[in-house]
């Protein structure tokens, strides 16, 4: 929830988060629904570039 959140203040789509972490739309779409959960690693790629702790997306 934090991610879509963050992601429709910084009015960023999922085609452009994916691309500036380098990995695909459908990756961006599965954390946020869910589906997929998000890894420490992800979790601190995605905190730089909301400048945000990454404990945030855990």
Do not use: H, W
Not at 1 to 8: D, V
Not at 16 to 23: I, P, Q, S
Not at 29 to 51: C, Q
């Amino acid at each position: 929830m934090a991610l879509r959140g963050l992601r429709g203040k910084e009015d960023i789509t999922q085609v452009e988060l994916a691309a500036r972490l380098g990995v695909s739309q459908n990756a961006i779409s599965e954390m946020e629904s869910g589906k997929r959960p998000i890894s420490r690693k992800m979790a601190k790629r995605l905190g730089e570039e909301f400048d945000l702790p990454y404990k945030v997306f855990l």
